[in-house]
């Protein structure tokens, strides 16, 4: 079975930082993406209402950003790939959310829908 699991979310204050933990199993697609999604408190709770923060490629470890965060987070590999990072530095309130990591197999576009497996999500909170 797919199995991901995200760790790492708390309570952290405005400026500070906070990394941010996948783990992956149960898939052996040569071609897969990772990608970090975040719904924030007030929002839709549907999948539309998810905000793309980032993805990484498996091919050759690409990385893509949501426009609100460039500059900010940085996600990555880790030692294997089966591990994946969301290093996130000069929090903000308005990144309070709850924040998903997903898989696509078999193809590596990082799009919201074409995500075929997602984990629990773990909270962040960032006070003022």
């Known amino acids: 079975d797919v199995q991901l699991q995200a760790s790492g979310g708390g309570l952290v204050q405005a400026g500070g930082s906070l990394r941010l933990s996948c783990a992956t199993s149960?898939?052996?697609?040569?071609?897969?993406?990772i990608g970090w999604f975040r719904q924030a408190p007030g929002k839709a709770r549907e999948l539309s209402s998810r905000?793309?923060?980032?993805?990484?490629?498996?091919?050759?470890?690409?990385?893509y950003y949501g426009d609100s965060v460039k500059g900010r987070f940085t996600t990555s590999f880790g030692n294997t790939k089966n591990t994946v990072y969301l290093q996130m530095n000069n929090l903000r309130p308005e990144d309070t959310a709850v924040y998903y990591c997903?898989?696509?197999?078999?193809?590596?576009?990082?799009?919201?829908?074409?995500?075929?497996?997602w984990g629990k999500g773990t909270l962040v909170t960032v006070s003022s």
């Open positions: 905000e793309m923060v980032s993805c990484i490629t498996s091919s050759d470890g690409s990385t």
């Open positions: 997903a898989v696509e197999v078999g193809s590596q576009l990082c799009g919201l829908y074409g995500m075929d497996y």
């Open positions: 149960g898939f052996t697609f040569d071609y897969y993406s």
